[in-house]
């Protein structure tokens, strides 16, 4: 089994089949390691890259070259999905992710539906296919990960978060709508970018934490958005990683409810417990990303070896990282799981 490319070491995982040891990834997307100190290294630089498929693709090879992080991972940011709906976009920096300038719509009453296959058919979201395509083929022993925005996410990023919110209790009728409506975007997203060769899906929900909605909301909109969206990726023949930020214990018990192939969460969260409480579930996470931007080296190799003895199936980052964050500490957690 030490044979094990890295794309099968990952697939057997997310399968519940034995492996030699946990992989060690960072999926892209609302998980991003184009660090600063990668794209002056290398050239290859963000907002750039955003916006060019051949960029894109040459910037996730860097990420992975140099970090030793075991997948290639595109985009570098979570507004690809708000974007292409009509929200306004602030292209970010070399330092500083794209951001939502403004939302589109001021309520889930007010948003307008339009036909998703020409919506998927233009703006950022062809670069990430195209992307996701050239690294296919250029690296057929290492999981290509398409990583995208998760439903209720993407709603609160063209409706006013505040708003949208309220609505999922004020008008749970215009919510469901908007939810339908941008999980179908998700979902062609998806067939897309595993038609041109990505190997797995990863969809990251800030928003759709329970700290966020409680219990009721989440079960009734954030379970039932993200199973639909899961299922449907499931149909195309591709595996699903679902990361939720934030503190789980309000939504404990609602868990394992979620159809996705492994379940990625913040520091917070206790997977040792998570797994033993679920077995059934296939946990990843969850260095802290406070710890990696700054502790030092043997800090991060310490906990990163603590998580492969907690038994946690694939080894990450808890969260989205700094752009300023160091080599040396990313180099120690990747190394740590490899060694071990």
């Keep these: 089994m030490t044979g094990l ?21 960072c999926t892209g997307g609302m998980m991003n390691a184009a660090i600063v100190e990668i794209m002056e290294r290398t050239g290859h630089t963000l907002p750039k890259a955003h916006f060019d498929d051949a960029l894109m693709s040459a910037l996730a090879e860097d990420v992975t070259d140099a970090t030793g992080f075991e997948n290639l ?19 970010g920096t070399l330092a500083c992710e794209p951001k939502i300038a403004r939302e589109i719509y001021p309520s889930s009453a007010r ?65 469901h709508r908007v939810l339908a409506h941008v999980t179908d975007l998700l979902a062609e997203y998806a067939r897309q970018a595993l038609d041109a060769g990505a190997t797995l899906i990863t969809i990251g929900d800030p928003t759709a934490t329970g700290e966020i909605l409680g219990p009721k909301m989440f079960e009734a909109f954030a379970v039932t958005y993200l199973n639909d969206l899961a299922d449907r990726i499931h ?8 990361h939720i930020c934030g503190d789980m214990n309000r939504v404990w018990a609602l868990l394992p409810r979620l159809r996705a192939d492994a379940l990625s969460t913040d520091a917070l969260v206790n997977l040792k417990q998570l797994k033993a409480e679920f077995p059934q579930i296939t946990t990843m996470g969850n260095l802290s990303t406070y710890l990696l931007q700054s502790g030092d080296p043997g800090q991060v190799a310490q906990r990163a070896q603590a998580l492969v003895r907690d038994g946690v199936d694939i080894i990450s980052p808890a969260c989205g990282m700094s752009t300023s964050t160091g080599l040396k500490t990313i180099a120690a957690m990747t190394n740590a799981v490899k060694e071990l």
Excluded: N, W, Y
Excluded at 113 to 123: E, M
Excluded at 157 to 164: E, L, N
Excluded at 235 to 242: D, F, K, N, S, W
């Design 5 to 25: 490319t890295p794309k099968e070491r990952l697939l057997k995982v997310l399968r519940k089949e034995p492996v030699d040891r946990p992989p060690v990834i």
């Design 235 to 242: 149909a195309m023949g591709a595996p699903v990683i679902l």
């Design 111 to 175: 948003v307008e539906f339009r036909d998703v296959g020409a919506l998927a058919a233009s703006g950022r979201l062809q670069t990430v296919v195209a992307a996701a395509g050239r690294l296919a083929k250029a690296h057929q022993d290492f999981p290509v990960i398409a990583s995208l925005t998760g439903p209720v996410s993407t709603a609160a990023s063209i409706v006013d978060p505040m708003s949208f919110l309220k609505d999922l209790r004020k008008d749970p009728v215009s919510a």
């Design 73 to 91: 991972g595109v985009p570098f940011c979570m507004t690809v999905e708000a974007e292409l709906l009509g929200s306004e976009v602030d292209a």
